[in-house]
């Protein structure tokens, strides 16, 4: 167990529709990393933020937007989905925000795009 | 732009025998490098990593890893391979100056036993 937790394990929706998923960090862990995971894609970093600023940013669609709150946790918002979106969204964290540190991965959020 | 490349989707090695993993990479000056390891139906999970210093990096689960800058190499290895080895094997690279960090596309280890 990593000490990253991700809700829900499991989202089904449809087309169009909005989602948020929500990541916890470890305790003590101040950044924290969006990544999504497909097939044909493999694992591709989202975006980063450090202590509830925005670090730096990947592969973000404009649909896509995330934050992290005063207490850490971090919610991606997801919306006008669309049947590519289905994807495993995983979240990771860190201590700091530099380069050196290995990151924390939860066990993932398993989007279906119907 | 830095990326990062596994060059085989799958590796397959016998119980007992030693295995590798490829990974070059590219980017600008002097790289982070870093192995994870995603078992199924789990996130990924962190092996080792190389900053500096020794070129030999040893890290979780008694593999290591071999650092070689003229080749822009980042091989994983292990002398005698597990079944329970077996998983998706994830190379990644971080430039100094960047945050960003790039995963390659996986390598898929089966160990037969």
């Known amino acids: 167990d990593s000490g990253v937790t991700q809700t829900p394990k499991h989202l089904i929706t449809a087309t169009g529709q909005r989602v948020t998923l929500r990541c916890s960090p470890r305790s003590g862990d101040l950044s924290v990393y969006w990544y999504q995971q497909s097939l044909d894609q493999g694992l591709q970093f989202l975006i980063q933020?450090?202590?509830?600023?925005?670090?730096a940013k990947g592969n973000i669609l404009e649909r896509f937007s995330a934050q992290q709150f005063p207490d850490l946790h971090s919610e991606l918002n997801l919306s006008s989905l669309e049947l590519g979106d289905s994807a495993l969204y995983f979240c990771?964290?860190?201590?700091?925000?530099?380069?050196?540190?290995?990151?924390?991965f939860g066990p993932g959020t398993r989007l279906t795009v119907l | 732009a830095q990326s990062v490349a596994q060059p085989e989707d799958q590796v397959n090695v016998a119980e007992g025998n030693p295995l590798t993993v490829k990974c070059t990479y590219s980017?600008?000056?002097?790289?982070?490098l870093f192995w994870y390891v995603q078992y199924p139906n789990r996130g990924l999970q962190f092996l080792l990593k190389?900053?500096?210093?020794?070129?030999l990096v040893k890290g979780s689960y008694g593999f290591e890893a071999e650092f070689n800058k003229s080749q822009t190499s980042f091989h994983l290895k292990k002398p005698s391979a597990l079944v329970s080895d077996s998983a998706l094997y994830f190379c990644a690279v971080r430039a100094r100056r960047d945050d960003k960090i790039i995963f390659g596309k996986g390598t898929r280890l089966h160990i037969l036993p």
């Open positions: 190389y900053i500096t210093g020794d070129n």
């Open positions: 933020y450090y202590n509830g600023e925005e670090r």
């Open positions: 990771a964290s860190s201590v700091w925000e530099g380069a050196l540190n290995e990151q924390f």
């Open positions: 980017v600008s000056g002097n790289p982070y």
